[in-house]
């Protein structure tokens, strides 16, 4: 693919700090993040370090450098950023690189610490909740691993179409059940290993978040290789991720995992917004007794030790694996089932959360 512009907006590169900070920086950038965060986004009701939106916060001599990691509607944000900083008494100029996608407003990770734990399925099955409310979604399948996404909406080995923009040349993702999808997947011959090094893999996952053309977006979910690996830093360190949404399964031999991935995510200054619990129970098909078959508590210990939020404890369900196999998520297909119920109250949680106004929602499909 030939050289082009990214759609990021990127300010001139920060100059790198070749020895270890004085006592002087250290004071100063502590007065910088102090600064910072008297700055609330109105919309979350948080300041902006709080957030995550700024990263890569460097102080050199009487300058301040950083990452402004936001969405389509709060580009304003660098502006104030940069005239609220210029107030301190020894800055002489502060640069506030905008990193955002165009017309995307809220991108969100779906993470967990270990494969097999439905990270996919709840990626698939929220964002066809969040269509159901009438939100704009999009969905990166960029789980290098095990990118069936494709195959869990219906579109098996599509073709990926390049077009010539403005901006340079773009993906055209695919879109079904209002779900529009860019797939790691897609990229590969049926039955083949994504035997990707490092590299080739960073350039590729680059490429799929700098150069497909979303258009207007109200959410960008991205499904996350499993781990705390290479893949993950790539993701987060060149996307503009407001929060990530962790998904787990109640064994305790799940706690641990993630554990490191909640503590990697808090690292690199992206918040960790709530916990999905699948495969919670198995509700008895006579009596509609829940049976939690794979243990319980796991959820609920990390969420109390991490003080991260509970969303919701999915159960099993035989029909999601069916709609999966045929292409049609279960929140679309069958809404009252209660697996489609909690992934609504997620998505309605998101829409007051993210400001996202719910307006004709998706119908049904039979």
Known sequence: MSSHASPFHRAAAAPAEDVAPSPEAISRKQAVIAQLKTLREPTLGNDLVSLGMVRNLQVVDDYVYLRLYVGCHQLDLQDLVQATLAQLPWCKKAYAQLCTIPGVRTTLAV???????????????LAAALVKTGAKVGLLD???????????L?????AVELVDTPAGQRFVPLEAHGIKLMSVGLL?????????????????????????DWGELDYLLIDLPPGTGDAQITIVQESPIGGVVMVTTPQQVAVSDV????????????????????????LCGHCGE??????????????????VPLWGQVPIDPRICNQGDAGVPLPLKLPDAPLSQIFGQIALGLNT????AAVEPLTTVC
């Open 353 to 356: 959360t993210f400001g996202v």
């Open 188 to 212: 590969a011959e049926p039955d083949h290993p994504l035997a990707w090094r490092g590299p080739v893999m960073h350039k590729i996952i680059t490429q799929f978040i700098h150069e497909v």
């Open 290 to 307: 829940p049976t939690p078959i794979f243990g319980s508590g796991g959820g609920a210990q990390i969420a109390s030790e991490l003080s």
């Open 259 to 282: 554990r490191r991935s909640v503590h990697m995510f808090r690292q690199v200054g992206v918040p960790v917004l709530g916990l999905v619990e699948n495969m919670s129970y198995l």
């Open 111 to 125: 993470s967990s610490g270990k494969g097999g734990v439905g990270k996919s399925t709840t990626a698939v099955n």
């Open 142 to 152: 960029a789980d290098i691993y095990g990118p069936n996404v494709p195959q869990m």
């Open 154 to 158: 219906g579109l098996g080995q599509a």
